[in-house]
């Protein structure tokens, strides 16, 4: 047993790669990273994650080559092992598979030959909006504004081979730029600014004579009111567990072809028990080596907590795992890295109790006097939408009233689609805009304690007053997030001076389908 990391280098004139080396195992830490090679090493056992492409390639590169290898008679020996700390090893096994067929030329499929091209499909013939013309050998056919969906279908099925592409996209393009100069943006039109919910500080010493001025309603205000407190609640650390299974994944090199199937673990000896191997950790020292990590600058967990108040949540927890779970305190230290993440997840769950108790008391019960403003409004820009590329909607249903030329996050035939199909068709809306969730610039977003809200239609409505609609599944509608963002949205609305209406809508509420909740919502 070699061990070769930081200032022990016991590898040092050794020649792995000689067949009579006495060396079977070798332990390190960044050896690898650093150029180490290993080709005959039959098991690699890591704590680190192994599906990034560089540590795949680190796999390959360096180790479980097995130069020269022959077919063995024992099965076990016809395989090279990784042992991992990974939840999901079925995507260590896969990004394995794919370095190889990327990295080394074997393809997962072989690629069928060229299909035969259809026949050609008979001439689209056109009626009504286009002018069809032909000279005597091909059909010109010339379409006025934007080319329907049963046009386009015939369109496209008249060519032959490539070229049926060719003119989807150029019927594609040319819809685009005709919605685009139909748009309301695009014609210079603009959309009322919509004014954000806002706060009224109590007064302070500063402010003597009694309120502050308006300022946005953040979230962060309410959190700074919060005095986080961590042995306020029973000591627990539900849904953290150790069970020491190990599940196997084989590469198989069969053929010309690579499969990813599940090892036997059993017969290949996967388990590995380490419960009898006894270490000198003491809770103390596991409690110090947690709290160092929570308050790491890269986990930024414990930023308001003091480290003598932290200190004393961790000991408290490891002995309630210790004493009351009897978990073994040599387990607990091999399970340190899910421990501390367990543990800055609970931090993070106190934190969102206490603050969502803070905005409720605050802002949702009235202790903030709070006001939909008009001192802090939002305005669409009619010059710019920035909805990614592969976000925008894909779907041929052309919405009359969208202020923007493209749409964001709509699926044909969904249910978010019906709801905005209902919006497009309401008779008192103007023009509405499909929220982006993506840039606090570019959406109009309310403050909730878990973060910003971005509802997902915003309509301008023809008596010149904002209608926000968020559409809720029937599997999250029951939420405690969902149910906050309907108690911001109606505050907004109460609060803006009768400028501004908001609704939950919902596939069917109360007998009412979505039209009809929008009726309800704008009496």
Sequence with gaps: MKVATGTQRELEGLDLAWRDCPVRVIITVQALREGWDCPFAYVLCSVQSIRS??????????????????????????????????AQTGLAANALADRLIDGMGFDPLDMPAAAALPAPVRDAQAVGLATVTSDGERQRVQVRGAVPEALADALVAAQRGKQREQVGQQIERRNALVSAAEAPAHRGVPFKAVPRLCCRLPADQDHPGGQVELALLEREAVFETVDLNLLGQTITLAGFTMAEQAAAWEVHLDGQKLRVGRGDGDRAGAQLALDAVHGSVTEDDLTRWLCAEMQHPSRNVARDVLLSHLRAFVLATVRHLVHEQRLPLEQLARYQHPLVQRLSARVAELRDDASHTAFNQLVLDGGWVVEASAAHEFRF?????????????????????????????????????????????????????????????????????????????????????????????AQIRGMAKEI????????????????????MVYVREGGLNMAQQL?????
Aim: aromatic share 12%.
């Design 53 to 86: 492409a560089t540590a795949v390639e680190q796999l390959l590169g360096r180790i479980l080559r097995m130069p020269y290898a022959t077919k063995r008679t024992r099965p076990a020996l016809n395989k090279a092992y990784a042992r991992v700390t990974e």
């Design 381 to 473: 820009d009619p010059a710019a939408c920035p909805v990614p590329a592969n976000k925008r909607y894909q779907g041929k249903f052309r919405f009359s009233k969208h202020y923007y030329p493209v749409l964001a996050d709509l699926a044909d035939g969904g249910e978010e689609w019906q709801c905005a199909m209902a919006i497009d068709a309401h008779p008192q809306v103007r023009h509405w805009v499909r929220n982006l969730d993506s840039d606090p610039a570019a959406g109009f977003w309310l403050p909730t304690s878990f973060g910003h809200f971005y509802p997902d239609f915003v309509c301008e409505l023809m008596d010149g007053r904002l209608f926000i609609v968020e559409y809720k599944g």
């Design 484 to 503: 906050e963002k309907g108690q911001v949205g109606k505050l907004w609305a109460e609060h803006s001076a009768g400028r501004c209406r908001f609704a």
């Design 519 to 523: 009726d309800a919502a704008l009496r």
